[in-house]
């Protein structure tokens, strides 16, 4: 089986400490569903809220469901209710909104700050600055229907894996940074998504904890 197989040439790639999100978007349920039955993997990443919405309701329920695309502040209430993780909270606005669907819900959403580290203007994420500039916001304190985990960050799409390599260590130390002067005395901040199917191993070697790989799994979409 060609899926079973690309998924376990990825899987022995990738260190028992770094979690792999299998990108399923574009793709039918029965190919997800091969694959949580074939490999026993669980944890698939979807980008668009509506082929999310519709795809959850009929696959079982043991997957562990990640938003990994932008996320529109009126689409927040389509995902929210079965995503155990939205990777891209790119503005403080976007939190302060999941929040208080969250907060609605009566439940606690774990999300990452998205951080903008390529060169490319197109890609999404806050700045060091702007990020900053939140967590010192009086009303970030009030926020307690959501609990930041870390970070993530997508890499410039190049050939250049000085480049590349660069913007993962870039991503690292504002995690770093993060940790040591807000989340110090919190466990749950941990992860740094980061890596995708072209530059994954780059971004292991950067201290990836989390990698989002499609199409070296899936096939190309």
């Avoid at 307690?144 to 410039?156: D, H, K, L, T, W």
Wanted: charged share 25%; with cysteine; aromatic share 8%.
């Amino acid at each position: 089986m060609e899926l079973l197989d690309n998924y376990l040439a990825v899987k022995k790639t990738i260190p028992d400490t770094v979690t792999l999100v299998a990108v399923s978007k574009f793709k039918p349920v029965e190919t997800i569903r091969a694959l949580f039955q074939e490999a026993g993997h669980t944890v698939f990443g979807e980008s668009r809220a509506q082929e999310l919405a519709a795809k959850q309701p009929v696959l079982p329920p043991e997957i562990d469901w990640h938003f990994i695309g932008h996320l529109q502040t009126n689409k927040i209430r389509m995902v929210l209710p079965f995503t155990s993780l939205i990777h891209s909270i790119d503005s403080y606005k976007l939190l302060k909104e999941v929040n208080k669907e969250s907060a609605r819900m009566n439940k606690v959403t774990n999300v990452l700050l998205q951080f903008h580290i390529a060169t490319e203007e197109s890609k999404y994420g806050l700045s060091r600055e702007e990020a900053i500039g939140m967590l010192e916001d009086k009303e970030f304190k009030s926020l307690s229907n959501i609990c930041i985990r870390g970070v993530m960050g997508m890499a410039s799409f190049s050939d250049d894996q000085a480049l590349v390599s660069k913007e993962f260590r870039n991503l690292r130390g504002v995690f770093e940074e993060l940790h040591r002067g807000y989340f110090n005395a919190s466990a749950n901040f941990c992860e740094i998504s980061m890596g995708m199917s072209g530059d994954y191993r780059l971004a292991i070697d950067e201290g990836s904890t989390m990698v989002r790989v499609g199409s070296l799994i899936f096939g190309e979409r």
